[in-house]
Each structure stands twice: as structure tokens, then as C-alpha cells.
Nanobody, 119 residues
Framework: QAQLVESGGGLVQAGGSLRLSCAAS????????MSWYRQAPGAQRELVAT???????QYAAFAKGRFTISRDNAKKTVHLRMNSLESEDTAVYYC?????????????WGRGTQVTVSS
């Protein structure tokens, strides 16, 4: 059973930093595109950043220059370093693994970790 487990969330003051981690198990981690999404109260889930299996990176506009996504294929982990946090970054952050194999889409989600930024 594939599993993604996030950690590293918490309460931080505006301007502070957090590093989120996502540990994967029971998947061939290196072939998956790994992403972080977030969902604020009353809002839709939105993409924060993706680190593709070919090492290319994509960031949402709000994340560019402040957030950094990284992965360790040997440890099957993906991280999201968040700097200069703002109250608008308050959300539940979710880890996602996705890939296409033989015409089939494979997608896995973690349960999320809460990030609260106090102003």
C-alpha cells in the first residue's frame, strides 16, 4: 500500500521559515513527479511546487523566490523549504506523487500537515 506522510508543519511568525518533509513508502519513488499542494480554509487546493522525475522544477508564482522544493530519491523523501512566510501561506500542505505508466495514471496523496503563520 503506497503511503505518503508529511511532517514539519507548525506555527511560525510572519517572516519565519519552515521545512516540510514527505516520506514515501511502497512506491518506486524515483519515477514519480513529486508535488506540494496547499489548501487554505474555504479555498481550493492549489499547486505550490513540482519537482519532476527528470529534475525539472515548477513553482507557483507565489512560491517563486521564497520556497524551494527538493528530493532525495535514495531516502524516498521530498522537502519544501519555505522562507519569508506570510499569513497568506497559512494552509494545510499536502504531498502528492504522480506518474503515468503504460497509459495509466498513478496518483497518491498524503494526509497533509498544517502550517499556520501568525502576523
Amino acid at each position: 500500500q503506497a503511503q505518503l506522510v508529511e511532517s514539519g508543519g507548525g506555527l511560525v511568525q510572519a517572516g519565519g521559515s519552515l521545512r516540510l518533509s514527505c516520506a514515501a513508502s511502497e512506491i518506486s519513488f524515483s519515477i514519480f513527479d513529486m508535488s506540494w499542494y496547499r489548501q487554505a480554509p474555504g479555498a481550493q487546493r492549489e499547486l505550490v511546487a513540482t519537482l519532476f522525475s527528470d529534475s525539472t522544477v515548477q513553482y507557483a508564482a507565489f512560491a517563486k523566490g521564497r520556497f524551494t522544493i527538493s528530493r532525495d530519491n535514495a531516502k524516498k523523501t521530498v522537502h519544501l523549504r519555505m522562507n519569508s512566510l506570510e499569513s497568506e501561506d497559512t494552509a494545510v500542505y499536502y504531498c502528492h506523487a504522480g506518474t503515468m505508466r503504460f497509459g495509466h495514471s498513478m496518483n497518491y496523496w498524503g494526509r497533509g500537515t498544517q502550517v499556520t503563520v501568525s502576523s
